[in-house]
């Protein structure tokens, strides 16, 4: 896959492109203002590094293996499996990331 149609109504020309606008629609910008009570119990929990724990490589790899169906986000297990395979490092550094900094994306919702 080299090609994809953005938003803007234009394609992408080339692979880099391409992983660029991929990751600009999986990764969401983590806009505090609009966080829910969840949300902003997680971020009070980050700053108190004695309540949490990292993943370890193995829970990381046990969950994405459980996901069934398409999550909330919008994407489906298959496809949270099929990149963990290729990018495994990539993948658990990731969840570290969220667990550390408290960045969790909102619910995905479609459109009416």
């Given at each position: 896959?080299?090609?994809?149609?953005?938003?803007?109504?234009?394609?992408?020309?080339?692979?880099?492109?391409?992983?660029?606008?991929?990751?600009?629609?999986?990764?969401?910008?983590?806009?505090?203002?609009?966080?829910?009570?969840?949300?902003?119990?997680?971020?009070?929990?980050?700053k108190e590094?004695?309540?949490?724990?990292?993943?370890?490589?193995?829970?990381?790899?046990?969950?994405?293996?459980?996901?069934?169906?398409?999550?909330?986000?919008?994407i489906t297990?298959?496809?949270?499996?099929r990149?963990?395979?290729?990018?495994?490092?990539?993948?658990?550094?990731?969840?570290?990331?969220?667990?550390?900094?408290?960045?969790?994306?909102?619910?995905?919702?479609?459109?009416?």
């Amino acid at each position: 896959m080299t090609t994809l149609l953005i938003p803007d109504g234009v394609y992408t020309s080339n692979l880099n492109e391409t992983s660029q606008a991929t990751l600009n629609h999986l990764i969401t910008i983590d806009d505090q203002t609009d966080d829910t009570e969840y949300h902003k119990r997680i971020r009070k929990q980050i700053k108190e590094p004695k309540q949490m724990t990292d993943f370890t490589p193995a829970e990381v790899k046990n969950a994405i293996e459980d996901l069934k169906g398409t999550r909330e986000d919008g994407i489906t297990g298959v496809i949270y499996q099929r990149v963990y395979k290729l990018f495994p490092t990539l993948t658990y550094t990731i969840y570290g990331e969220c667990l550390r900094t408290g960045c969790f994306p909102k619910r995905w919702e479609k459109s009416k």
